[in-house]
């Protein structure tokens, strides 16, 4: 079946992977960290265990670098029995900081599609992370001109969204989602009632893997972000 946005009035846009990089970091700081931790255990070994210290420090950290940090500092000492030295404790802040400090690469079609789409409609940021992280990428990426308002929030799930288009007014039948992940930026909006497009980025952390096995009525995958102005209507 034909999906149909002939109602929307407002989108809202995921930002890591989807306007521009970020896990692309994680996955070199990861491999670094390995390298730290060679001498414990394989890389394999190294990435299974950190993956694990993550998904447990989730609910107390939330998600970012910050928190991915303080993952990687637990793991290093389980791993090493307690005998990891202070030496590469300070290598593995200093990962956590040049991931912070890292320029930001919007990618392409990203301001051509937003200098189309804020004519017509609403705009809408709704990202998840550290608060202080997601304001400096937005100010170094020059994009938060096009927003009519920016949310950062704790968590991606079906309640953030409802909690967030009711605080703003949102009628969820004139939503639409546009993101990079399925578990966080398009199944939670399905689920609602809303609309969502799904732009894959090539790489995805392993938390955001779900598996589905066919588009539905509600969304809609796109090769690229420049693609949905193929699927939206831009008014003149």
Known sequence: ?????????VIGFDADDTLWVNETYFREAEHEFAKLLAGYETENKI????????????EIY?????GFVLSMIESAMELSNNKIDNATIS???????????????????????????????RIILLTKGDLLDQERKLEKSGLSKYFHHIEVLSDKKEENYKNLLDHLEIDVNEFLMVGN???????????????AIHVPFHTTWAHEMVNVEKEDDSFKTVGSLKDILKLIDCKD
């Open 181 to 195: 992940s399925l578990k966080s930026d398009v199944l939670p909006l399905v689920n609602i009632g809303a609309k």
């Open 62 to 66: 939330g998600y970012g670098i910050k």
């Open 47 to 58: 990435d299974q265990e950190l993956f694990k210290m993550e998904i447990k420090n989730l």
């Open 1 to 9: 079946m034909e999906v149909s946005y002939s109602n929307i009035k």
């Open 91 to 121: 290598k593995i802040l200093h990962l956590g900081k040049e991931m912070l400090l890292k320029p930001v690469e919007v990618l392409d079609g990203v301001e051509e599609v937003l200098q189309s789409l804020v004519v017509d409609y």
